[in-house]
C-alpha cells in the first residue's frame, strides 16, 4: 500500500525546497492526506486504486493539496489556522472526496460501482415474534410469503 502521493509532489505544489520543510512534518502530512482519503473511499475502491501501480492523477492531485495544507498548517499556523488559499484547496479536496466516495464524480480509467454493495439484511423478515411468548402465534401466510420473495 503505497502513499497516494509522493514528498517531491507536494514540495513541488507548495513550490518549496526540501530545505524548507521538515522532513518529518512532510512526512506525516502525507500520512494524514493518504488516511483521509482511505477514510472516505470504499474497500472496494480501495483495492483497485491499491493494484495499480500509480495513483490516478485526480487522486494524486487530492493527496497533495491535503497534504499541503498539513504542511502549510504545521509551518505557519501552529494552533490557530488562519484562512488562506491552502485551507481552501484543502475544503475542495475533501468535497472532491467525498464526490467520488458518493459515486457522483468518476476517477479515469476506474470502473467500480461504489454503491454496489447493499446490506445483507434489506427487506429482512423476522423469523421470530420476538416479543414475549404469550404474544406468539403462527402465520397461517408465511410460506407464500417465503415462496413470493
Same mark, same amino acid.
Request: aromatic fraction near 8%.
Given at each position: ?7 517531491? $509532489?507536494? =514540495? !513541488?505544489?507548495?513550490?518549496? %525546497? ?10 506525516? +502530512?502525507? !500520512? ?6 482511505? %477514510? ?8 483497485? =486504486?491499491? %493494484? =495499480? ?6 487522486? /494524486? ?5 491535503? %497534504? ?6 504545521? =509551518? ?10 491552502? !485551507? ?5 479536496? @475533501?468535497?472532491?472526496?467525498? /464526490? ?6 468518476? !476517477?479515469?480509467?476506474? +470502473? ?9 439484511? #434489506?427487506?429482512? @423478515? ?15 401466510? #408465511?410460506?407464500?410469503?417465503? $415462496?413470493?420473495?
Amino acid at each position: 500500500m503505497a502513499s497516494f502521493c509522493e514528498s517531491n $509532489d507536494v =514540495l !513541488i505544489n507548495l513550490n518549496m %525546497a526540501d530545505r524548507e520543510v521538515p522532513i518529518a512534518l512532510l512526512a506525516k +502530512a502525507i !500520512i494524514k492526506a493518504d488516511a483521509e482519503i482511505r %477514510a472516505v473511499f470504499s474497500s472496494d475502491l480501495l483495492a483497485v =486504486l491499491d %493494484a =495499480l501501480e500509480t495513483a490516478p492523477d485526480i487522486v /494524486k492531485s487530492l493527496a497533495e493539496d491535503i %497534504a499541503s495544507y498539513y504542511v502549510m498548517r504545521g =509551518l505557519y499556523s501552529g494552533k490557530s489556522p488562519s484562512n488562506n488559499e491552502w !485551507i481552501d484547496r484543502y475544503k475542495e479536496a @475533501k468535497d472532491t472526496l467525498e /464526490k467520488i466516495a458518493e459515486g457522483t464524480f468518476q !476517477i479515469e480509467g476506474i +470502473a467500480c460501482d461504489v454503491n454496489s454493495i447493499q446490506s445483507s439484511t #434489506k427487506d429482512y @423478515k423476522r423469523t421470530f415474534d420476538e416479543r414475549d411468548e404469550t404474544n406468539w402465534s403462527i402465520d397461517a401466510n #408465511k410460506l407464500g410469503e417465503l $415462496d413470493d420473495d
